[in-house]
């Protein structure tokens, strides 16, 4: 008499959409890369959009827009082991005011530039980092440089979307993204050559935090991109991470590295 072979049960829904978030397989790969082209193409239909008239059809697509957001916020959710920590996270208010200014603006425009803010959480986002880490030299090469360059774009385009929804208008002559964007790189830069300027305190006080915080950003591209090149690579003694590319021993405790590289001499 044989014995039943035993059942095997198919991986449950929740099991299949974790996977295809935190998973590595080469659908879940393709789904991240996926997910980030979208908020890319999000961000250049807002810009595009910010040169013409509001229309119903507009509305309509910021709608459709909105409601991929909240499908993926509800997936993210519901796949999380602590909900609660992952609701009230920083990154999850963040795409909670993205869904409402998509699906509920206020005045037209009202609150879209929280829209440009949901690029943040994508290049701030682990899985992100590590699969382009695993999948592109140049950006394992480069990767600080690359990362202070995006931190400064990022930077650029949430304030220059907050210039823009909240400045805009015939007294400080900015009338769409490109206006508010030259108004900001002018600005963090303390060029001021004065053709646009902020005549409320609000405008003034956004001015004072663009010329702090974007200066930061920008010298620490500066540094790093004059910074001698190093690899990032944890010794496995002393735990020293920034190391020469052509490096046998840790200079720190002496021990033998085993660095990955592509053959480039």
Not at 100 to 125: D, K
Not at 130 to 143: A, T
């Amino acid at each position: 008499m044989t014995e039943p072979l035993p059942q095997t049960t198919a991986p449950s829904l929740k099991h299949r959409v974790r996977e295809l978030y935190q998973g590595d397989t080469r659908g879940a790969i393709r789904f991240g890369y996926g997910m980030l082209i979208f908020d890319l193409v999000t961000v250049c239909f807002i810009i595009g959009t910010s040169f013409t008239d509001r229309t119903p059809l507009l509305g309509i697509i910021d709608a459709g827009i909105g409601a991929l957001i909240a499908l993926d916020f509800a997936a993210r959710l519901w796949i999380s082991r602590d909900r609660k920590r992952r609701f009230f996270s920083f990154y999850s208010i963040l795409d909670l005011l993205v869904i409402f200014s998509l699906l509920a603006p206020i005045n037209g425009e009202g609150v879209a530039f929280l829209r440009i803010a949901r690029v943040f959480r994508v290049f701030r986002s682990r899985t992100t980092l590590r699969q382009l880490r695993r999948d592109s030299g140049f950006f394992r090469r480069n990767e600080e440089a690359l990362v202070a360059a995006i931190n400064l774009l990022i930077f650029l385009f949430v304030m220059t979307g907050l210039v823009y929804e909240t400045q805009s208008g015939p007294q400080t002559k900015i009338g769409n993204y490109v206006d508010a964007l030259y108004f900001t790189v002018t600005t963090l830069t303390t060029t001021g050559f004065g053709d646009i300027t902020m005549t409320t305190t609000f405008g003034r006080l956004l001015t004072v935090i663009i010329m702090i915080f974007g200066i930061s950003f920008f010298l620490r591209l500066v540094q790093v991109i004059l910074r001698p090149a190093k690899v990032i690579h944890k010794c496995p003694t002393c735990g020293l991470k920034r190391h020469d590319f052509d490096a046998v021993h840790c200079k720190a405790c002496g021990q033998i590295l085993n660095i990955e590289d592509e053959g480039l001499v």
